[in-house]
């Protein structure tokens, strides 16, 4: 059994059942529906407590829950062909030289957190039209200056 | 002259001048910084007044203010090999599947903008380590179902 | 199942019943033909009433009913090496900076929207060959320049 | 010299005299707009009387005059970064298989020709913002099937 | 059922049975040996008399033979692997600059058809080791000039 | 110098004495216009006394000669983004499988070469529109079965 | 059947039954054993004597056998991310540019044949640690000067 | 001024005064020489005081010295052509698999930082070739759980 | 049988049974468990009496443990999407040039071996977050100048 | 001063000098002429007192000399387009399973080092044609199994 396979098959599930997200991450609770949605489509590990109530919700077998306590192989292929996923990439390739330099002269030498990262996505009512709001936060992990001697900053902060 | 060629010799001139990108955008204003930065850097437009301001900053001739107010050919090589603009490429990468299937979810078929689209980006103090927040607005734009005939819904709207 | 195998079983069905597009579209309706075929070859997704005509008149089953009503993963692989796909490839590749200038002269900053977009295609009767003939028409979205200040647009419309 | 180095002269000429696409079109006129601006772009030929004009509008040498009547290498990298182009590039890689299956049921076995081709382009007034209307026809050309005998046809055409 | 699946059982079916392409381009004919044979391995189609010959041929069913009579997705992965087809690969590579330029100098700017086309393949008899000769015939198409007004050609044929 | 830089000057002085390629190739003869215009373009190496023809005719240097008479590292970047030359990548690709199986079994194992191998365009005319008509011929060069045994064929010709 | 899973079989009887490629190439024997396991993986053609035997030993059905008669489709996925391999494959990438020039010098134009090619591979025993030794000599072949002309070579050799 | 100019320089600089790396980073020290070694080749960022000695030790421009002290837009091209580099490359591609089974099994859901990372370089003398040691030690990010409910991890460390 | 067949066997035995690497890695014991993981992922490969213990462990067949001791074809895709396996290629990407460099400062003109290799993985224990280590080793191995005379050294150690 | 204006500069003299790389490298001598070749296209590192004859015999500066000293980033554009070098890595991509095959049954697991490699380029008369016969020789480094217990090898070498 793949990881791919299984979401097919808790796919197929969903659509027979006619579950929605919104149902199913209430189910399984304990975390994000964003990372409840995104385990289930195979980029996300459920932590013990959470895969066993999947295991439920779509009757699936114990190897199968355990699968999805296993971290996958994260990502998709890339560049994205579908619409909406590709706005976002879209994004990335547009505002990356800004987000670097803005970054960069705020926080010092690093990045943004990937992994010790929140994502909220809401609808933000709008008379023009309802907008997609996504909060995201990460921390910012300055780069490490090892060997760092004596006066020389350890990690990459602001400089004065 | 190219796009490149006049970026390349706006960062000349900050580095010489020992300007931030701060006082760089206080000193054009009219709209966020994210955008103005991303003018300079070759990625947006700035408007007449904006690109003038920007010609007295950079001590500019008048076929460059004139450039900065052309719309650039946008878009950066992908992927990004910078780590810091890699980390939001990944974020689509990972999250973008839970992303399609939640916002299909929430507001039917279609996409959020990424031209009717505002980011702010922030500083957010944290005691394990300040934080970097985006948060990101774009206008949902719903598929159009052109030939749409009666008792069909012309915008792929989230169907009852 | 995956959407390619639905895909492969639609035309397997269309294929042993002798069925044409033509016959197909005219039994589902509901909007565009382009937008029927393109949803039965797995690039868009068929509203409720549409998707039970399409169960009816290929006998699938509520999941496969259920799919259809889904949004797909949009995108087929590119570049097309079918030579009338590629056709409009190249078009975008040959016209696209000329296409770029005059929307842009004429709009202002911003895109033509492929999400609030009809596309028709009629035979042009033609004594030299028939013409295909493609009228296309997408909303003309303009950038926003979010954080605006007084006295700039807010949206990157023609500037006078 | 290149057709790259013409163009960014042609350009930086146009940005200095402040020319539009419209003026510059309408001053050398002869044929669509699309096909001067993308001449001058590098991506079409300028026949000799136009050519002549376009000499005289920018002030360009003999040589340059003569290499704007030669035809290009035609064809921008792909696929396009900047997002106007990419809808464009979108719309092919989603609606490629729909129009590949209408066009081949009307016509029969052939492609749309994107050399006996026109396009054009025109602002759509609409209450709800104003869309961008492109209109092309392209030659239906048959695929031949050589080395035809008695009885069967010598070309793609629908078959009764 | 895929096109790739007809043509492996197509092919399966030709080992079993020890035919020869000149045997199966014999009991099939009405066009080119190279037509049928681009059929059977899923670049061509079939007219249904071909088709229906193929059928009995091979022994295939009615879906199948109807499969045959449809346009395949044409077109091989690129580059090819197989040293073969590279050699045609690699003349396009060396000699693609110099057909250019000598095309549009004897026809003027346009190309030649692909879709418009013949090609011939035989074994030429020679003392040093005998020569495969292939000829091909495309018609020239050249490009449309649109909007061309008076005293303007319409189409990119030699200029005087 | 580069070859391309020496490709650039020779296209520059073609330009400036508006030369043709047939006055070029008839001016520097010696063996067929493909050839000679392909060594103009950087694809091919001029023999000495053509090399010396090509000097006299566009005023080069000793060095530049001698550089024409180097063999050139050979091959165009690809997929040929240009229509013209496209279409013989086309041509490759949708043709290779075909071509394979019938040069396999009229020849045996092995290839065409594209080395020992000529080419010549004419135009053909034809009263629905003149076609280009391009006769190729190279010799057929059979896989060698190294270490080949008695009764095994050393060479990869057709079997009987 | 696919040629893959032809190896894909073979590789399981191999295993099963425990031979190694020396006993297999023995049995067979009647080329170098270099070809019989490039054939037995995809990659060559066995004659009929040959395909007997590879019949015999591997308990194959008729069609299978004739499978290995038959010429593949051959070239394995580039670049190969096997370290072995890959070796091979570095060594062209950084000695290509010397191989050009010295063989260029020492032969004229043209180039070292892969088709009229035989190699051989041998342990050569060193106090060091053996080494592996691969023999290879490929036919010169002149590129052919077409059209030649009375005092032009017809052939690239080495010019005096 | 870009990055890689000011890169051409020092090592032009580096080369003409016969300078080693282990001479320049004891000139510049403050921190490991392979940060500074990266600075200098355009990967890293050398803060205030370490730019200062740069400027010294290659005698260039305050601008010079400011570049120094941005942070680079970090990356080489990949794959890497140079058999060295190429080696690293090759340990992920093969390694990778097993690394990140092991870090999870121990560590729980997350990553080694890249960003709050060592590297250390040494020469480990040994009596059959002296060996290239490097230690590497990153900090142990665990995917952050956003979102979590009572009783479940906040952060994907290793569950019990 | 495939080696990914095999491998996804042995995740699924792993995954029905709970077993854990390092109780895996125990049982079958002989080598690092870095090794004996990669190889269970079908990266390496086992020697006899190690595929012997996988065998009784997973309940594999003789076929399927002599498929364990098989060199694997390896090297999986690249670039990774997985940001575990990512940082280690952001690491090659980024200090790939300073390597390079230090490297060949220390030791000459060669590489790092990634055959004659170790690694070794802990984890080290800290206040601020236990980190990952890697250590590695890998022999030193100097480019051949073969054909050296004498007074030219035969390898590209450090030159005096 | 890059690699490849240093190249560029040598092949410049190479030319206007009339010199042959027989003589270039007689004149250099001290190691076999590939490598030679070699450096002064770029590819390897040529020791100080090869470095000091390539300064005299083409009039080079101190730096250039020392440029020539220095290991290059090594490795050309693949695939390559030239039909010269890609014959080489044609027979890599035919080869490859084959040579893989067989290197690992006769030496065990472990590749044949590009690293310590001779190889030697010699014509080989034939009455047929002559050829060109290459003989490489590469040492056999077997994998390490690192953590190697007791009673299992410690390199990959042939298992008994």
Not at 13 to 22: A, D, M, P, Q, S
Not at 32 to 50: D, Y
Not at 68 to 93: A, H, K, Q, S, W
């Amino acid at each position: 059994m793949t990881r791919d396979q299984l979401t097919e098959k808790i796919l197929d599930i969903k659509r027979e059942k006619g579950l929605t997200w919104k149902q199913i991450t209430e189910a399984i609770g304990g975390m994000s529906p964003m990372l409840v949605v995104g385990a289930l489509l195979g980029q996300m590990k459920l932590v013990k407590p959470l895969a066993a109530k999947a295991k439920d919700l779509f009757g699936l077998t114990e190897a199968e829950a355990a699968m999805l306590n296993e971290v996958p192989y994260r990502g998709m292929p890339m560049p994205p062909t579908d619409p909406l996923i590709y706005r976002f990439y879209e994004l990335v390739m547009v505002n990356g030289p800004a987000l670097k330099a803005l970054i960069e002269e705020e926080f010092g030498d690093g990045i943004m957190s990937a992994i010790d990262f929140n994502m909220e996505i809401e609808r933000e009512p709008n008379a023009k039209g309802d907008r997609v709001k996504l909060s995201m936060s990460g921390k910012f992990l300055p780069y490490k200056y090892y060997g760092a001697e004596q006066g020389i900053p350890e990690y990459g902060f602001k400089e004065e």
